[in-house]
């Protein structure tokens, strides 16, 4: 099984982001308690006014893309080179065979980019949002097979030449290690048959190994 975590967390967060428009407002209020009630009310306002904020793979193309999440691999490096192999037995259309397997432990860095245009505001807006969706589902993301949970955020980064106008960003980054492995099917073999030339002139016997 090859874990895909770039997916995994753009699920998390498109589902929060939908969330925090109705069902979830109470989670916005709490990520910002500490923030003035009049700001608060009015992030809510906004966000219950518009379609759900985009968690997409990629970049954006234009600023009519914006505001925004995109999801970024920034890296997936090999921590051991071997986790070993199992084996055991699998039934498949009446045919008993061994299964192995046989993997590698990753260390996976996911960055979401927070992007909106024109306002610094509500880039830390939204890279709050996530930190919160990311820590509310951290036993969620455990129990999915990402482990070793690391959180960054950093602060505006230079906009990319390609990118035609001004937009803020900000990077919220998830480090998980998690396992990457492959089954390879072996057909069982039920019966050894030997045979045995014994005696002079010899007799051949036949012995059968279950």
């Not at 759900?52 to 890296?75: F, Q």
């Amino acid at each position: 099984m090859i874990l895909q975590p770039d997916l995994f967390v753009r699920d998390i967060l498109r589902d929060a982001f939908v969330a925090y428009r109705g069902e979830r407002v109470d989670a916005v209020r709490e990520a910002f308690a500490g923030r003035p009630e009049v700001e608060v009310n009015d992030l809510i306002k906004y966000l219950s006014a518009r379609p759900p904020i985009p968690v997409k793979l990629g970049y954006p193309r234009a600023a009519a893309e914006l505001p925004g999440i995109y999801i970024l691999l920034g890296a997936a490096r090999e921590q051991y080179q071997t986790i070993g192999s199992g084996l055991h037995e699998d039934e498949m259309q009446g045919t008993l065979r061994a299964i192995e397997t046989r993997g590698v432990l990753l260390g996976s860095t996911i960055h979401a980019m927070c992007w909106a245009a024109d306002n610094a505001d509500l880039t830390v807006s939204l890279q709050a949002l996530g930190l919160h969706a990311l820590l509310a589902a951290r036993e969620f993301i455990s129990s999915e097979g990402y482990d070793e949970q690391s959180i960054s955020i950093s602060d505006f980064e230079p906009l990319p030449q390609w990118f035609p106008d001004f937009a803020f960003r900000r990077d919220l980054a998830l480090t998980v290690v998690h396992e990457a492995s492959v089954a390879t099917p072996w057909p069982l073999v039920h019966h050894v048959v030997a045979r045995a030339h014994v005696g002079n002139p010899p007799d051949t016997t036949t012995v059968t190994i279950p």
